[in-house]
């Protein structure tokens, strides 16, 4: 829709909109020389390193390169697409944004859809409340939701009566409640789609009704029943608890992927806020692309079944061929007879959050899962092995994860192979790229396979649990920062455990998770989801860095920025030139 906005429009609206004023209704700016600065609402940090130029237009942030202007800010921090961006900026300026005839046709018809369906949602929730709602009430109450939960998540109920809805309805809202399916037309005459069912409204990114799950109270043969597709509601596209996630965690750092409604909400009760579902009966890439432009980090957690299994390998599949570096996917099958719903009820919220740090990473998981009843010493299921694997690993695009796994799938085949690209030539003999080497069979030299330390980004909760285990004297300072951020629970539990056994150094520690059985089992999975462990060396610096941000790593990340956010340099602005000059020299001093 973007394309049906004059750019003339754009412009113009951007430059009636005060920057400062706009960034600074959300966050708190503080004012430095004509510029303002502030701590980074995209990424932790301790110091300010987001800076608003509103002589210029943009905002930079030197510690994660978040960049841009005012729409691209309301965009990042309210989650909109282009077209709401440019709307809510024009409400604000005192605009209307001058659409052409077709595509405000089409924008009015969105709203009127979605106006029917938040009423529907209104009535749902008011029948809850009444006589007829006693049932659904009964049946939250015994799968042990409080009433702060269900108003979160705006739970509801639909009447048994065939029409209630229906017959509740404005006039000018019934043809959108039938265009939408929420009423059926199929025999003839109106009828409500949703009947005896708790209902469950999907909501889009803005917080509008675009479809309903609804789950029986009778004996319906079908338990659970969602809205068909409509001009609002594409099942493939839409994230279930994805509006309540952004709203309760302002950053989203993951997202844990579960199967139903009920998970959802049970893991929301218990303050697992990032938990969220699919909508369907498979992970496929539409799902998939729509999650990933939310976060970069994404758990699933399914049932430890058969039918979990195959769900959590179709999404390992629909994966492949979006993973690129950057991205971290991890699994977590639960026990065989559980679901999210009934484990954190059992076992408590902090419990469950350990399974959800030890989750699998996708490359463990797949070599798990493609060696399964297989003996690798035996030539023949390592042959195997490789048949399962190598057209899986096709799929990936070229990145550093891709080679590193390929260097994996070889080395449990016990393979010395180099993997030639399938769209890389072969040389005129036809064997392949054999260089100097091992002998291959026909006496070429085969070039030995080149194991080289892959560089892998951690996240800051496993680097600082990383550092404590090489220098354990760095726990006071580690669990002073944990405390200002509470995405570092991994690392708080850890230094506060180290601190309250008086450990001094790395023997005692390692002597003690070895010998002292709770520690074992507190800890057993604290590294799981670390693929690549870095040298000590690159450990401490990291960890160090967190603790103890220097002007020199702000010097550096600013030079990094000026390098690489324009084209060439004829593309800086003189103040920019000179800005670079003055770095250079610092660097060279």
Same mark, same amino acid.
């Given at each position: 829709m973007s394309g049906l906005?004059?750019?003339?429009? +754009?412009?113009?609206?951007?430059?009636?909109?005060?920057?400062?004023?706009?960034?600074?209704?959300?966050?708190?700016?503080?004012?430095?020389?004509?510029?303002?600065?502030?701590? /980074?609402?995209?990424? =932790?940090?301790?110091?300010?390193?987001?800076?608003?130029?509103?002589?210029?237009?943009?905002?930079?942030?030197?510690? /994660?390169?978040?960049?841009?202007?005012?729409?691209?800010?309301?965009? &990042?921090? =309210?989650?909109?697409?282009?077209?709401?961006?440019?709307?809510?900026?024009?409400?604000? @300026?005192?605009?209307?944004?001058?659409?052409?005839?077709?595509?405000?046709?089409?924008?009015?018809? $969105?709203?009127?859809?979605?106006? $029917?369906?938040?009423?529907?949602?209104?009535?749902? *929730?008011?029948?809850?409340?009444?006589?007829?709602?006693?049932?659904?009430? =009964?049946?939250?109450?015994?799968?042990?939701?409080?009433?702060?939960?269900?108003?979160?998540?705006?739970?509801?109920?639909?009447?048994?009566?065939?029409? @209630?809805?229906?017959?509740?309805?404005?006039?000018?809202?019934?043809?959108?409640?039938?265009?939408?399916?929420?009423? %059926?037309?199929?025999?003839?005459?109106?009828?409500?789609?949703?009947?005896?069912?708790?209902?469950?409204?999907? *909501?889009?990114?803005?917080? *509008?009704?675009? @479809?309903?799950?609804?789950?029986?109270?009778?004996?319906?043969?079908?338990?659970?029943?969602?809205?068909? &597709?409509?001009? +609002?509601?594409?099942? %493939?596209? &839409?994230?279930?608890?994805?509006?309540?996630?952004?709203q309760a965690l302002r950053q989203l750092d993951r997202l844990l992927v579960v199967e139903g409604y009920m998970d959802v909400i049970a893991l929301a009760q218990y303050g697992i806020d990032f938990a969220v579902a699919t909508l369907g009966t498979a992970t496929n890439r539409d799902n998939l692309s729509a999650l990933l432009k939310q976060v970069r980090h994404l758990v699933f957690c399914f049932d430890g079944d058969a039918a979990g299994y195959r769900a959590a390998d179709r999404a390992m599949e629909n994966a492949l061929e979006l993973l690129t570096d950057g991205l971290h996917l991890q699994f977590l099958m639960l026990p065989d007879g559980e679901d999210p719903d009934t484990l954190v009820r059992k076992e408590g919220p902090e419990a469950f959050r350990q399974r959800i740090d030890g989750a699998t990473p996708l490359s463990r998981y797949l070599f798990n899962r493609q060696s399964e009843g297989l003996d690798l010493s035996l030539p023949e299921h390592r042959g195997e092995l490789r048949a399962r694997a190598e057209p899986l690993l096709n799929k990936m695009p070229k990145s550093t994860l891709r080679d590193a796994m390929w260097h994996e799938m070889l080395r449990l085949c016990g393979g010395r192979r180099e993997w030639q690209p399938r769209d890389n030539k072969r040389d005129n003999r036809g064997a392949g790229n054999f260089g100097r080497g091992d002998r291959g069979r026909f006496g070429d030299r085969r070039e030995r396979i080149r194991e080289e330390r892959i560089d892998v980004r951690l996240s800051k909760d496993s680097m600082l649990c990383l550092a404590l285990l090489e220098a354990p004297d760095l726990a006071a300072e580690v669990a002073e920062l944990c405390r200002s951020d509470r995405q570092l629970h991994q690392a708080r539990s850890f230094a506060e455990w180290i601190l309250g056994q008086q450990i001094a150094g790395q023997r005692q520690l390692l002597h003690t998770l070895a010998t002292d059985d709770a520690a074992r089992t507190r800890f057993y999975r604290l590294f799981d989801g670390i693929e690549h462990v870095p040298a000590r060396e690159k450990t401490l610096a990291g960890a160090r860095e967190l603790l103890t941000p220097d002007q020199e790593a702000s010097r550096k990340q600013r030079l990094g920025a000026l390098l690489t956010e324009k084209r060439s340099l004829a593309d800086l602005t003189e103040a920019e030139r000179n800005e670079l000059r003055a770095l250079s020299r610092q660097s060279e001093e």
């Amino acid at each position: 829709m973007s394309g049906l906005i004059p750019q003339r429009f +754009v412009e113009d609206l951007l430059d009636r909109i005060d920057l400062a004023e706009l960034i600074g209704s959300r966050i708190t700016l503080k004012k430095a020389g004509g510029n303002y600065k502030a701590c /980074c609402p995209f990424h =932790d940090e301790k110091t300010p390193s987001f800076n608003v130029r509103p002589d210029k237009g943009f905002y930079h942030c030197f510690g /994660c390169g978040a960049h841009g202007d005012a729409i691209s800010f309301v965009r &990042e921090f =309210d989650g909109l697409g282009f077209t709401d961006a440019v709307e809510e900026l024009a409400k604000r @300026a005192g605009l209307e944004v001058p659409y052409d005839k077709t595509a405000r046709q089409e924008i009015q018809q $969105a709203r009127t859809l979605t106006d $029917a369906l938040d009423y529907a949602s209104q009535f749902y *929730r008011q029948a809850l409340l009444g006589s007829q709602g006693a049932i659904a009430r =009964d049946y939250l109450n015994q799968r042990g939701l409080d009433q702060g939960i269900i108003e979160r998540y705006q739970l509801g109920y639909a009447p048994g009566t065939g029409t @209630a809805l229906f017959d509740s309805a404005p006039a000018d809202l019934r043809g959108p409640l039938l265009e939408t399916g929420t009423v %059926s037309d199929r025999y003839g005459r109106p009828r409500d789609l949703f009947r005896n069912r708790v209902m469950f409204p999907i *909501r889009n990114t803005r917080g *509008r009704t675009v @479809a309903f799950g609804g789950r029986t109270l009778g004996d319906d043969k079908a338990k659970y029943i969602n809205s068909p &597709e409509s001009d +609002v509601f594409h099942k %493939s596209r &839409e994230i279930y608890g994805l509006y309540e996630a952004k709203q309760a965690l302002r950053q989203l750092d993951r997202l844990l992927v579960v199967e139903g409604y009920m998970d959802v909400i049970a893991l929301a009760q218990y303050g697992i806020d990032f938990a969220v579902a699919t909508l369907g009966t498979a992970t496929n890439r539409d799902n998939l692309s729509a999650l990933l432009k939310q976060v970069r980090h994404l758990v699933f957690c399914f049932d430890g079944d058969a039918a979990g299994y195959r769900a959590a390998d179709r999404a390992m599949e629909n994966a492949l061929e979006l993973l690129t570096d950057g991205l971290h996917l991890q699994f977590l099958m639960l026990p065989d007879g559980e679901d999210p719903d009934t484990l954190v009820r059992k076992e408590g919220p902090e419990a469950f959050r350990q399974r959800i740090d030890g989750a699998t990473p996708l490359s463990r998981y797949l070599f798990n899962r493609q060696s399964e009843g297989l003996d690798l010493s035996l030539p023949e299921h390592r042959g195997e092995l490789r048949a399962r694997a190598e057209p899986l690993l096709n799929k990936m695009p070229k990145s550093t994860l891709r080679d590193a796994m390929w260097h994996e799938m070889l080395r449990l085949c016990g393979g010395r192979r180099e993997w030639q690209p399938r769209d890389n030539k072969r040389d005129n003999r036809g064997a392949g790229n054999f260089g100097r080497g091992d002998r291959g069979r026909f006496g070429d030299r085969r070039e030995r396979i080149r194991e080289e330390r892959i560089d892998v980004r951690l996240s800051k909760d496993s680097m600082l649990c990383l550092a404590l285990l090489e220098a354990p004297d760095l726990a006071a300072e580690v669990a002073e920062l944990c405390r200002s951020d509470r995405q570092l629970h991994q690392a708080r539990s850890f230094a506060e455990w180290i601190l309250g056994q008086q450990i001094a150094g790395q023997r005692q520690l390692l002597h003690t998770l070895a010998t002292d059985d709770a520690a074992r089992t507190r800890f057993y999975r604290l590294f799981d989801g670390i693929e690549h462990v870095p040298a000590r060396e690159k450990t401490l610096a990291g960890a160090r860095e967190l603790l103890t941000p220097d002007q020199e790593a702000s010097r550096k990340q600013r030079l990094g920025a000026l390098l690489t956010e324009k084209r060439s340099l004829a593309d800086l602005t003189e103040a920019e030139r000179n800005e670079l000059r003055a770095l250079s020299r610092q660097s060279e001093e």
